[in-house]
């Protein structure tokens, strides 16, 4: 079946300019995470959403970032007034539920770089 | 708090030859332990996991990892290395909290010579 599809695959966009990144985990999934693969920081997990659950929002790094999940399906990180530092591979994944046991399949990500 | 440990950035390895990648952890209960693997321009597949039971796990494409709790290890192992498995390896663990938010080790990334 299908995988965990992100979009767009590259981004370019200026620095002070708004990005959205869209995220379609494998169906049945209740679960998605958001996570970040920069030089610097390595892998970074940014949010999670389980269900109708309030998302835990401890990995984002400022104000500037946010996500939605709408239907509990289809999930959208935006980042406001990029910045460069912010150039990075965003990846998400999904499982089909929230226990340690299931396993996160992941997407080949978006690579987004800050002008 | 929970992290990973893993000592390796580089490994250039010559195809044929064994090869093991390392990866400590640090967690207060028995651990569950991932490996992953990316490849240029991909997202992470999973390898191996272990999760409780045998120490000694195996996985896709070859791959095994051993548990050693004496010793904090769950090292990747492959007794022949093919030129299609030079990629980035990650070694990971979830954060405790009842879901698997993962922290991951900084990556081995693989080459391997004909």
């Known amino acids: 079946g299908a995988g965990v599809s992100q979009s767009p695959s590259n981004k370019v966009t200026e620095k002070g300019k708004d990005v959205e990144l869209r995220c379609d985990p494998i169906s049945g999934h209740t679960a998605l995470y958001w996570y970040r693969q920069s030089l610097g920081q390595g892998l970074e997990f940014l949010i999670y959403f389980q269900g109708n659950s309030a998302p835990d929002k401890s990995g984002l790094p400022s104000d500037r970032f946010s996500a939605e999940r709408t239907g509990g399906s289809v999930s959208t990180l935006t980042i406001q007034r990029t910045q460069q530092e912010d150039s990075a591979v965003y990846l998400c994944a999904s499982s089909l539920g929230a226990g340690v046991r299931n396993i996160q399949y992941f997407g080949a990500g978006t690579r987004l770089s800050v002008l | 708090a929970q992290s990973v440990t893993q000592p390796d950035i580089h490994i250039t390895v010559s195809e044929g030859a064994s090869l093991e990648l390392r990866c400590n952890y640090s967690?207060?209960?028995?651990?569950?332990l991932f490996w992953y693997v990316q490849s240029p321009g991909q997202g992470l597949q999973l390898l191996l996991k272990?999760?409780?039971?045998?120490?000694l796990v195996q996985g896709i494409k070859g791959f095994e990892a051993e548990f050693k709790r004496s010793q904090s290890s769950f090292n990747l192992r492959k007794p022949s290395v093919h030129w299609s498995d030079a990629a980035e390896y990650f070694c990971?663990?979830?954060?405790?909290?009842?879901?698997?938010?993962?922290?991951f080790g900084a990556g081995t990334r693989l080459a391997v010579h004909p």
């Open positions: 272990y999760f409780s039971g045998d120490t």
């Open positions: 967690y207060g209960a028995t651990p569950y």
């Open positions: 990971a663990v979830p954060i405790s909290g009842g879901y698997n938010k993962l922290i």
